[in-house]
């Protein structure tokens, strides 16, 4: 393998594994309205990072299956997409987080093992 | 913001914007208009402020943003296809078959058409209009071939781009409504509602459909609508009259446009038949409904319409031929006296409708013996 494919393998690894916890990730911080390019900063000062051209598609994803609401607020500046979680999204985001929990601690155990 | 990069950022978003769907275009326009003033006016701060590692021009910002082609795409949620993976080696398959079918019937008929032009004009000692004969038999080939082949592309991709929406609906039609519930057992591996229950026996057999079986149907039905669509006169009885070359067609060529519609309809009918079968691979429900409804119902229909609503063979048949055949015809009167043009008509419907029911019959049989448990 030359050095350019394992740089893509570790490049589409790498993608895989951030993949799955974007959505808990975005769930995590929607309790309270945000608009698409605060949450990017919210999340980055946090250390997660997401590029808006991930972020953007993914909010409306979810508002169309319901997680999120989103609402235009047509006042300041300009007009913002504002969007929050829906009862539902807080179901969801509660059992994801939960699923995430155990799912971190069984990693923890493979890792003391490996030990 | 200037001129030049509010330009940039309006060409950036209507590059986006363009590749989704109308209903969506004017709120992500919008969004994306949001974004990118919101990342211009974090780039103004962080020029003011000297902040290392930030996007500081308008450029910067749409290269970070990516391929406007590939931020489309994103939001996109699922793939489309006009032929998906489950059917596309099926439907790639078909397609060899049916173009080998074409490229063989159109060589065939264009020798055969060419060898009959040739013959008729092989008295003329000019060459060159021998030679026009041949290069005109050669074109001919040449722009059939390519008629039939884009035809038989067409119609092909169609069919399984029309089972391919309905399998698509099907799949929605099967798939409840995702629920929180449904989340533990997205982590376990398991799928609510589906049980190994589900799992269909493996078909008999004797009911599996194998793609070798259908290559000399599909090659058939191909060579026979080439060869009706393009040459119905080689169908002719020839002889010479006079020291010329004389041909009686079988087929009612002056009405020929309005028959030849029928036989692409029926082999239209007989090839969605043939795509279900290959598709679904053995013989079940949905392949004996599909022979019942495209290969028997339809196929009936379209041939008693053919034969009924046209004269599909040469009234004038007999009579030419009584004149250019001379003694033979006069030793064979009696028998020939029985071809009344109306009779041989109803005896060739009666032979394509028991062929047509025959592969009807055989497939049900089939299907109830081997195909249902």
Known sequence: ?115 | MNKRDRDLMERYIYQVVRRLPGEQRKEVGLELQELIGDMWEEAEAAKETDTPGGAFSMDEILIKLGNPADFAKKYQDDAHYVIGPEYFDTYWWFMKIVLVGVLISVLFVGVLEGCREVSFNLDTPDFQILAGVIAEAVAGMIANGLVSAMGAFGAVTLIFALLERQRIKMDIGETAKWTARELENAFSGKKDGWTPGHLEPIPHKKALIKRSDSIVSIIFSVFVCVLLLFAPEVLSVVSRENGQWVSVPAMNLAEWNRIYPWILLSTLFGVVDSVIRLAVGHYCKTVMLSGIVFGGILQTATCIAAFKTTTFLNPDFIENCGRLLGEVFAENREFLAYWNIETVTNVVLIICLVVILAEVAVTVYKTLRYGIE
Not at chain 1, 22 to 48: A, H, I
């Open chain 1, 1 to 115: 393998m030359d050095v350019g494919e394992e740089k893509d393998l570790r490049d589409s690894l790498l993608m895989e594994l951030r993949r799955g916890t974007l959505v808990l990730s975005v769930l995590s911080q929607m309790g309270t309205p945000k608009y698409g390019y605060s949450l990017v900063q919210s999340l980055e000062e946090k250390g997660v990072v997401i590029d808006p051209n991930t972020l953007y598609p993914l909010l409306r994803r979810l508002e169309k299956q319901g997680l999120l609401k989103s609402q235009w607020e047509m006042g300041g500046s300009k007009p913002r997409k504002y969007y929050q979680r829906t009862e539902y999204g807080s179901e969801i985001y509660r059992e994801l987080k939960g699923q995430w929990q155990s799912l971190a601690a069984g990693m923890e155990q493979l890792w003391k093992e490996e030990l």
